[in-house]
């Protein structure tokens, strides 16, 4: 299946279930509604005709007297007392507040309303996604208008909703069986009274963004010469120069104005991040090409654009993620829906923006130039990532410098010309429609200066002349620190990883397990543990039948938690039996301090051994 047509039907699934999540309810509540109604005029209207059958009078008069009586019929007797028949409604005496016919003609407007708007809310989805593709900041736009007005909206369906099927839960088998069920009632109550607390609660959470920067601060006095290079390349863009530069070892190149947090210090302004290994290697051109673009960035306002909409787009991901976790369905797939077509949109718009940056960047630079530093990037990238992963993959604890920066310099030359460059760059040249950068072979295109894959190698392989690393006096030692932090990081979460592969064969493999995953041991009453090893669970009793007190993960095939005649928890562990496939032993968790501590213990230790075993049986 193709990216787009994947992408159709993802599209396709989240509106059905939007569909569904916004009408069914409304739509079965005015549905019964009517029924009801229905099945009240037709009984009314029987029992006066079988009242006026033996009644003296001609056909006319009996005919006169039933059509004056419809406007007395059950679906119409509330509609009198709003159009101000009030003495009749009130000589009726069955369209009182709260009475049954009160309730079922209330509940029938209100469902009607209740389906118009839903009506209004997808027509406004999709204008709302309509105008996202107007332009390149359409989406932002868009966005910023309608965000809240989905939420708003969709809490409030979620409160109605709930609403309906509280009072749906007590009428329907009223009225169709003549029983009602408390239990049923009171589940369905609370499951909306949560729904709508959640949904209340989180429409109105604020997000703390915390964005993150590795890399050094780079100042003007610190560094005159880069800070002259990139001021006058501003001037050649027509953009104000940024207020700071950042130098780090990140595979990129970015700006940005959304607020930063670099080594502990918040970073306001305008940000200019710049790759010092990818400096390395670019010539001056083609650095003065990639510079351009993002700095071109800056001209066009994007930046601007995604400081405003950062923080409501991780507010309203934020209040999506909560409704989908809490299981608030009618909330969850109309924010998805609109989610996905607006960041189909925004990508789109993305693209665009990079269209013209690149315009920006072989204008000032040239198309040679910018194609080349891509090509570059692309080979950098992919080789980086190859040594990386080859590192990850290795099943053993990394002793003393990993040397990455080292090995891709060696390496990069041979890896281009090897048969895995061509095929990686090849991949890079798929277009997504979810990417934000156009593929490779587009980029080029737009600049103007296309590039035989068969030069690529040499591209990449080709030592560059003067490079703009030679004005930045500081490369050495920040950049040396720097990856000396990333290998000190990179170096544990591969020690972590393999506490996850091993089933321990020697001392020194259980010692990283048992780092990670130490013994764990909870009190329980009577002074008695429940001890969770990275092995197994020691029970504070002999298992029935044994010698015994400890359970292998790999014997355990089934522990439940379930709650203990006269309070507390029990623990229910499935696993073989004395001369049976299957067992249980139960242990009472009178005592345990802390349930959910112990569950989530439980969960990760088994977990962890699973994924062990399972990666040993590959391997």
Not at 156 to 178: D, N, P
Not at 308 to 326: E, H, R, T
Not at 436 to 453: Q, T
Request: hydrophobic letters at 45%; one cysteine or more.
């Amino acid at each position: 299946m193709s990216s787009n047509s994947g992408l159709r039907s993802g599209l396709a699934k989240a509106l059905v279930f939007s569909l569904l999540s916004f009408f069914l309810v409304p739509g079965i509540t005015y549905g019964f509604v009517t029924y009801v109604f229905h099945q009240m005029d037709t009984d009314y209207k029987a029992a006066l005709q079988s009242k006026l059958a033996g009644a003296p009078g001609t056909a006319a008069q009996k005919n006169a007297f039933l059509a004056a009586a419809e406007a007395f019929a059950p679906s119409r007797r509330c509609e009198m007392k709003a159009t101000g028949q009030l003495a009749q409604a009130q000589a009726l005496k069955s369209c009182q507040p709260y009475k049954p016919l009160w309730q079922f003609h209330t509940v029938q407007i209100a469902a009607w309303w209740t389906l118009v708007a839903g009506a209004f809310v997808f027509a406004s989805i999709f204008l709302l996604g309509g105008v996202s593709f107007l332009s390149s900041r359409a989406p932002a736009l868009s966005f910023l208008f309608g965000w809240r007005l989905l939420i708003l909206a969709s809490a409030l369906e979620v409160i109605v909703q709930g609403a309906f099927a509280v009072w749906l839960s007590y009428w329907v088998s009223s009225y169709f069986f003549k029983v009602y069920v408390p239990k049923l009632i009171l589940v369905v109550a609370i499951a909306a009274g949560a729904a709508a607390v959640y949904a209340v609660i989180w429409m109105f959470k604020r997000v703390q963004p915390r964005n993150e920067i590795e890399g050094e601060l780079l100042t003007e006095r610190q560094e005159p010469r880069l800070w002259a290079r990139v001021r006058a390349l501003a001037q050649k863009v027509g953009t104000v120069p940024p207020d700071h530069i950042v130098g780090g070892i990140d595979t990129n190149f970015f700006v940005t104005q959304v607020p930063m947090t670099l080594n502990g210090k918040e970073l306001r302004g305008r940000i200019l991040f710049v790759s010092l290994p990818l400096l390395r290697i670019f010539g001056e051109a083609e650095a003065d090409a990639v510079l351009a673009h993002e700095l071109a960035h800056f001209r066009g306002g994007d930046t601007k654009w995604t400081s405003l909409l950062g923080p409501k787009l991780q507010q309203f991901d934020l209040y999506c993620a909560v409704m989908q976790i809490k299981g608030v369905f009618v909330a969850a797939y109309i924010l998805r829906f609109y989610r996905l077509m607006f960041e189909f949109a925004l990508k789109r718009g993305s693209r665009q923006r990079e269209f013209i940056a690149d315009s920006v960047a072989a204008n000032i630079a040239s198309g040679r130039a910018l194609a080349h530093a891509l090509i570059k990037f692309q080979g950098y990238a992919a080789y980086r990532n190859a040594v990386e992963s080859q590192l990850f993959d290795q099943d053993q604890r990394h002793q003393g410098a990993l040397s990455i920066a080292g090995q891709v310099a060696a390496g990069l030359v041979p890896y281009a010309a090897s048969s895995r460059f061509t095929e990686n760059m090849r991949l890079a040249n798929i277009p997504h429609p979810f990417d934000s950068h156009p593929s490779l072979g587009e980029r080029m295109a737009n600049a103007g200066y296309a590039v035989d894959e068969a030069a690529y190698p040499a591209i990449v392989g080709t030592a560059p002349g003067r490079t703009w690393a030679q004005d930045i006096a500081s490369i050495d030692a920040v950049e040396g620190g720097l990856w000396r932090k990333y290998e000190e990081g990179f170096a544990a979460e591969h020690e972590r990883a393999l506490a996850y592969r091993y089933l321990p064969s020697n001392a020194e493999e259980e010692a990283i397990v048992l780092k990670h995953f130490p013994g764990l041991k909870f009190s329980l009453r009577g002074g008695k543990e429940f001890i969770v090893t990275y092995a197994g669970i020691r029970l504070p009793k002999k298992i029935k039948g044994t010698e015994t007190d400890f359970l292998g993960w790999e014997q355990i095939t089934s522990l439940t938690l379930k709650d203990a005649m006269f309070g507390g928890k029990k623990l229910i562990a499935g696993h073989p039996g004395a001369g049976l496939p299957r067992d249980e032993t139960s242990v009472r968790l009178y005592g345990l301090k802390s349930v959910e501590a112990f569950a989530e213990a439980l969960a990760l230790y088994r977990q962890r051994h699973h994924m062990a075993a399972e990666r040993n049986r590959h391997s």
